[in-house]
């Protein structure tokens, strides 16, 4: 999800990796991140499109003690995207209608598909300014794209209905911020707004970044304390590392991918303070870079139908365990 605009700034070379030494809560990754960073080498692109109910898992992701801190950036795709319909933004978001039964019954689950396939035709529209709290950005992107042309919003959208399906038969009430039902946008301000007036239990926005070749993982980015001009994340920062970690650790498990080798110090957690969605979110939220388009190793994975479907379950199992407690 690195952007050329609202919530990440222009490309920047790759972080080093973090200095100095490792404490016991990262310790204790390293088991489960070598035994997915060896499944990722060695299986690949295998695996089916399971369709399991998501389970509890019995303890979060283990907590960093040193987030990364830089920013990633996200060049526009020429001419690449979907085209959305004639429809004008500022429609009401996609929801289902809640479940009869199951373990998340009464629960709202909001999930954002990054970008809109449309917003390469909306330049103008999409460059305005919006208020993210702290200052002002771009109300959103194209996002990214595979340099064969997969564009990351097509990623997220397919990613995002099929958590859909995972979830409802859990129970839950999902929202969407949009689901290719409008032309463009929405803008990340209202992006935030939609979690917060659904009073959700939990928002987690879906995207891919646009890193350079080499630069492989997945990471999971928190809200920073922030509290500045209409955002104040103080009452979610506690909740949304809670749900970062969780989702973090599922998707490690059922994805087979390694965390992130650039940013987050091979946590798969980053802390960010800059973006839009997360400043002004009341409800806890978190983004994850499901992995990194412009490598070709990650691209082919995202391309897959059947890993596709891994990261939605693993992303869906990680909501489950958070919302279960």
């Known amino acids: 999800m690195s952007y050329v605009g609202p919530d990440f700034e222009p490309p920047r070379p790759p972080r080093h990796p973090l200095r100095g030494p ?32 998501p389970s509890s898992t019995s303890s979060p992701w283990d907590r960093p003690t040193t987030p990364g801190a830089s920013d990633d950036g996200k060049e526009q795709p020429g001419g690449a995207g979907g085209t959305g319909d004639s429809e004008k933004p500022g429609g009401s978001p996609s929801a289902s209608a809640p479940a009869a039964s199951g373990s998340l019954k009464g629960k709202v689950v909001v999930i954002d598909p990054g970008h809109n396939p449309g917003n390469f035709q909306h330049t103008s529209e999409i460059n305005q300014q919006v208020n993210i709290g702290t200052n002002s950005k771009e109300c959103d992107t194209t996002g990214t ?8 919003a097509k990623f997220t959208l397919d990613v995002a209905r099929r958590m859909r399906t995972v979830l409802e038969k859990e129970g839950a009430t999902v929202k969407f911020t949009q689901d290719g039902d409008r032309s463009w946008g929405p803008c990340v301000d209202e992006r935030a707004q939609i979690g917060n007036k659904a009073d959700a239990d939990a928002v987690v926005s879906i995207h891919a970044d646009g890193a350079g070749a080499g630069n492989r993982g997945f990471h999971v980015i928190l809200p920073g304390s922030v509290h500045s001009g209409a955002a104040d994340t103080r009452p979610i920062v506690a909740s949304s590392r809670e749900l970062g970690e969780r989702v973090a650790g599922s998707f490690l498990r059922v994805t087979g991918s390694a965390p992130s080798n650039y940013i987050g110090g091979g946590t798969g957690l980053d802390v960010r303070k800059d973006l839009g969605g997360l400043n002004l979110s009341t409800v806890p939220k978190v983004f994850i870079e499901c992995g990194n388009m412009r490598d070709s190793k990650d691209a082919a994975q995202l391309t897959s139908s059947a890993w596709r479907q891994k990261a939605a379950q693993g992303i869906s199992e990680g909501i489950v365990s958070f919302l279960h407690g």
Not at 145 to 152: H, I, P, Q, S
């Open 22 to 53: 490792l404490t016991v809560a990262v310790a204790a990754l390293v088991p489960g991140a070598l035994i997915g960073w060896l499944v990722w080498q060695t299986v690949g692109d295998s695996g089916g499109d399971a369709q399991a109910s």
């Open 145 to 152: 794209a595979t340099n064969d042309g997969y564009t990351e």
